[in-house]
């Protein structure tokens, strides 16, 4: 929320890290247990012009006023290297669909998806994500569940409940879940989303999505299995490891398989 409310404030960009050594060890898909305690704190860095430094100042207090967020930024001028226009221009809208199309805030179009890039990756440019998206596109149904396994950004959550669905989406890394909220809350959607592991979620999903790779895929099969109650997309499985994923979903039949580049998307149902 607060990335959001700074960039509606002019900043040109944000970046979070961790403080000296609180940064909490890499978790790995194969991780058991609950995960690392997340760091009370973390920084926040924003950059806006020269120009608009008062402006800028105003704004954040207000911002930070408003969030009831204590703390008290400092301020530093650095060179301008033109690192800012550069990442800004490399994210790009992208047309998913007649009706659905995800754009960073200065991009988007009336009626577009925002996703806010940070720390959490998936803002919709990768042919796995775009693959995901696409079968949302197709096979969201109003009233009914979709679960996203491995949220990241919550893009995919975000986009199924914009179409009508009760979505949730679970991933391991807190950051995820903390980028997805704020994600969430951006596009005024409702969605779920915590650090519940899939061998945890119960009942049946109508959609289910999970963008991992082939070696955690096939390690959640029988989960995935269990919870889907009609079509289960996948992507993030490089070409040469798709068949060892449809042996590990098996009796799931394959509905849809489609090849770009180095990735195999696939579509599974009872």
Request: glycine share 8%; aromatic share 6%.
């Amino acid at each position: 929320m607060l990335i959001s409310r700074l960039c509606e404030d002019g900043a040109l960009g944000c970046q979070e890290d961790y403080l000296p050594g609180e940064k909490p060890p890499v978790r790995q898909p194969w991780d058991t247990g609950p995960p690392p305690p997340a760091p009370d704190r973390i920084l926040l860095r924003a950059w806006w012009e020269v120009a608009h430094k008062v402006r800028a100042e105003t704004a954040v207090l207000k911002t930070l006023a408003e969030l009831s967020i204590d703390v008290a930024p400092r301020w530093f001028e650095v060179e301008d290297d033109g690192w800012a226009d550069t990442w800004r221009a490399a994210c790009q809208r992208i047309v998913v669909a007649d009706e659905l199309a995800v754009a960073p805030p200065w991009k988007a179009e009336e009626g577009d998806i925002i996703i806010e890039p940070g720390m959490a990756f998936g803002t919709g440019d990768h042919p796995t994500t775009l693959s995901c998206l696409r079968a949302v596109v197709h096979h969201a149904s109003a009233g009914k569940r979709c679960l996203d396994v491995g949220t990241g950004s919550g893009i995919l959550a975000v986009c199924a409940a914009r179409l009508g669905m009760d979505a949730r989406g679970i991933d391991i890394d807190p950051e995820s879940v903390r980028a997805a909220h704020d994600n969430a809350c951006l596009n005024d959607v409702q969605i779920e989303v915590d650090l519940t592991p899939l061998a945890s979620i119960e009942g049946v999903f109508e959609l289910v999505v999970a963008n991992l790779f082939a070696e955690v895929l096939i390690m959640l099969a029988d989960d995935l299995k269990r919870v889907t109650g009609g079509h289960l997309a996948v992507a993030g499985v490089l070409a040469d490891r798709a068949d060892k994923v449809v042996a590990a979903l098996e009796p799931m039949r394959v509905v849809r398989r489609e090849l770009e580049g180095d990735w195999c998307h696939m579509g599974f149902e009872w």
